[in-house]
């Protein structure tokens, strides 16, 4: 592959390697990976350590390792075998139960910071905490409520993230019968608020009767009602708002604990947060994903198959591989470790789905495909299973193993009767074995094959790249792997029509691959299932009944919408089909000779001089105001150096055919370590926060934010003709600026500079 013709193909696993798992030892550059095989002898060696024939399974391991047939989860790639002590390998957590009290929440915001700090994504449970108005003994004050403390918490993840560490990733559940949950479930609505947490409703089998009947369904807390809506009408106001805003996803909670293995001993009230691992209080996950795409033989060919037996060895290879992790990981509070040491849960999965499909000649959502998938995720499950007992005879079974209550778990029962018995005889070394995580960094690392069991999301498309110097970037080609091999073997760039990509699948067979996987995953799946911006809305809501019925745990669904991020969506020319191509656009505008603008007058206890900050607009032609240009000025010359940089960066966005009101979001949450001010009744953390707010206002004087939309459907509809791109559409990605955000395993993405609200 060339680039214009003239540059060598663009090689996506050493960009991604060389972002985010190389190893650069402070210091002492003898330590550092030189190589992507330094990179696996170094993780290798660690998950090695254990063991007692060190040398033995380190070369194991390096064997599944080096040809990316195992790919663990980007945590145990980037800290294996490092001398980093402040990181965890496990990925994601759920914390401990919120105490309904002012110490209980604030310990909560402790704890949740110390394992962002160390890298972990959290989810919590806000069912526990009273309703808002709710009245407080002892001060005779009203509860502010829950959500008035998620908004801490998202304060919290932000000051995190902002310290350097990775982006923040939070999950917030509620169940369905708490008084706060109508306000919850559009939390977000307003976008300036909890933008560092994904949302999910904990529905019960009792609510989903109540629907089915048309009955009334009562809002209680700690045993009383205190409000009592239609069932209709809650479930209404969550397809709405999942509709016009692709949150809160929805959690079929009584399900997930109904087939829990360690449902006699835990109770799990909310999930990781991209979902794929449903979680009891302090419970770990510690991720890695086979990949699929190596296990085909005669890939394209009339005779194309799954290496079955390659894939069991494998797996084999695989649990032990994070069986051992589990006892090399840090952990950022001793209640998680504690909690990963007395069940050893982990979760195996796969990436490559889609590929491995059009591998074998299959249409992504078939009847074939989901009989394949299924029984990849058989062998899978039941081979992990058997090892996993192997390894209990080894070295011990997991802490809080009950042969009798363990196999009369609901997910067991799907096992040969066989390895049950072989299980209640010699037990189990790790209570969970089977989750499908999203993947999208380590698909990357792997050549870019499609992610999880997503669908190819484009055979081709375009990614924004640092040089090597790191000064500055260029656009380069990535293409599907699948698609690559393809183009290489037969030397031609139209593809057959197995090769669809994820705007061509029809909702039900997303839900068809779905389920058929789900049935051999003893935790639950991250996925997302895509709709196009004109899907009707009765069509849309029998998604979440059909997910219900056919027996999974969850669901979460994306449809383009102006409301999304609160950002504009764009889209380019339908492309032909044989490309399955995604261009990434970028249109400056001109500087008329004349433009209108504001001044604004900034008044702060930080200097007797004011602050005057001006925002000149540029009018389009159907006279639409768009903010081009932004001037401060001020007799204070102590903050003069960054109030110019200020002003060129944030001009420099203005300038851009994008969306800016992420601008307003970023500038306010910018604390000042030596405290904030308050101003018009209102606290402000910093000066750049204040600058926030009068841009806000701005914008909001101008047309580009309202309470609830942004920006009107004749807007988008005039975008849409405006702009090309490849009938994809996307959201403005708040990293790059680029059209080219879309959500997928539960997590929003960037495919052009790699930005992913989870990772």
């Not at 070369?59 to 980037?78: T, V």
């Not at 993840?157 to 560490?165: D, E, K, L």
């Not at 299980?423 to 094959?449: C, D, E, M, Q, W």
Request: with cysteine; proline share 4%.
């Amino acid at each position: 592959m060339h680039n214009d013709g003239k540059e060598k193909s663009f090689d996506i696993s050493k960009q991604i390697w060389e972002q985010k798992y190389k190893y650069k030892a402070p210091g002492n550059s003898a330590a550092e990976d030189k190589t992507i095989e330094d990179t696996f002898i170094r993780v290798a060696s660690a998950a090695a350590s254990p063991e007692k024939e060190k040398n033995f399974w380190t070369e194991k391991f390096l064997e599944i390792l080096s040809d990316f047939k195992f790919l663990p989860g980007g945590r145990i790639i980037s800290n294996a075998g490092t001398k980093r002590q402040t990181v965890t390998m496990f990925n994601c957590y759920v914390m401990n139960r919120i105490e309904d009290s002012i110490e209980g929440i604030f310990d909560t915001v402790k704890e949740a910071a110390l394992t962002q700090k160390q890298g972990g994504g959290v989810g919590f449970d806000f069912s526990t905490l009273r309703p808002a108005g709710s009245h407080i003994h002892g001060c005779e004050a009203s509860s502010s409520g829950p959500i008035s403390f998620m908004q801490v918490l998202d304060s919290t993840c932000r000051t995190i993230m902002s310290a350097g560490q990775r982006r923040g990733a939070q999950m917030a559940v509620m169940r369905c019968d708490h008084p706060d949950i109508m306000e919850f479930v559009s939390a977000k609505r307003k976008n300036s608020q909890l933008q560092m947490f994904n949302l999910s409703v904990a529905i019960t089998d009792k609510f989903m009767e109540a629907l089915e009947k048309n009955q009334l369904w009562e809002l209680t807390f700690n045993g009383e009602v205190r409000k009592t809506v239609h069932a209709v009408e809650l479930w209404e106001h969550i397809m709405q708002s999942t509709y016009d805003f692709a949150e809160p996803g929805v959690i079929f909670i009584d399900r997930v604990n109904k087939m829990n293995n360690l449902y006699y001993c835990e109770e799990i009230r909310a999930t990781n947060p991209c979902g794929e691992q449903p979680l009891p209080p302090y419970g770990a996950c510690l991720l890695g994903s086979l990949n699929l795409t190596k296990f085909i033989k005669s890939p394209f060919k009339k005779n194309a198959e799954i290496n079955l037996s390659n894939l069991e060895k494998t797996v084999k290879i695989a649990v032990r591989f994070l069986d051992n992790i589990i006892d090399i990981s840090g952990f950022p509070l001793e209640a998680q470790k504690l909690e990963a040491y007395n069940k050893r849960r982990m979760g195996l999965g796969i990436t490559g789905l889609a590929d491995c499909f059009c591998m074998l000649g299959l249409k992504y959502g078939s009847d074939e495909s989901a009989k394949i998938a299924e029984n990849i995720m058989k062998t899978i499950t039941f081979t992990a299973y058997e090892e996993s007992c192997k390894l209990a005879m080894e070295k011990g079974k997991f802490k809080l193993f009950d042969p009798e209550l363990y196999l009369k778990s609901e997910f067991i029962k799907v096992l040969p009767q066989s390895l049950r018995d072989d299980i209640k005889k010699y037990g189990l070394r790790n209570s969970h074995l089977t989750s499908v995580a999203p993947t999208g960094t380590i698909s990357l690392f792997a050549g870019n094959i499609s992610s999880g069991i997503e669908p190819i999301f484009a055979l081709k498309y375009k990614r924004k790249i640092r040089t090597s110097n790191d000064e500055s970037t260029k656009i380069v080609d990535v293409y599907d792997y699948a698609y690559k091999k393809y183009i290489e073997e037969f030397k031609k760039e139209d593809v057959p029509e197995y090769f669809v990509t994820v705007d061509e699948i029809k909702a039900e067979d997303h839900l068809k691959i779905q389920a058929a996987v789900q049935t051999y995953v003893d935790s639950s799946i991250s996925k997302t299932i895509n709709v196009r911006a004109d899907y009707p809305y009765e069509d849309f809501k029998e998604i979440y009944l059909k997910a219900y019925k056919m027996g999974l745990k969850g669901c979460t669904t994306f449809r383009p919408s102006e409301h999304i991020t609160g950002v504009l969506i764009k889209e380019e020319k339908k492309a032909e089909k044989s490309n399955g191509t995604a261009l990434v656009s970028q249109i400056h505008i001109q500087r008329p000779p004349e433009l209108e603008g504001t001044t604004y007058k900034i008044k702060t206890p930080l200097s007797p001089e004011a602050i005057y900050l001006t925002i000149n607009d540029i009018v389009e032609e159907n006279g639409r105001r768009r903010p081009y240009e932004l001037f401060i000025n001020t007799k204070n010359l102590q903050h003069f150096s960054w109030i110019v940089a200020m002003t060129r960066l944030i001009s420099a966005v203005f300038r851009r055919e994008s969306d800016p009101t992420f601008l307003v979001d970023e500038l306010k949450s910018i604390y000042d370590p030596n405290g904030g001010y308050f101003s018009e009744g209102k606290y402000i953390p910093s000066l750049a926060a204040d600058i926030g707010f009068v841009i806000e206002k701005h914008l909001k004087k101008i047309g580009l934010i309202n309470e609830e939309k942004k920006i009107t459907k004749k807007h988008i509809e005039e975008e849409y003709k405006k702009t090309n791109q490849s009938g994809k559409k996307m959201a403005f990605c708040p990293n790059c600026n680029q059209p080219s955000l879309y959500s997928e395993e539960n997590c929003l993405k960037c495919i052009s500079c790699g930005y992913s609200k989870c990772s």
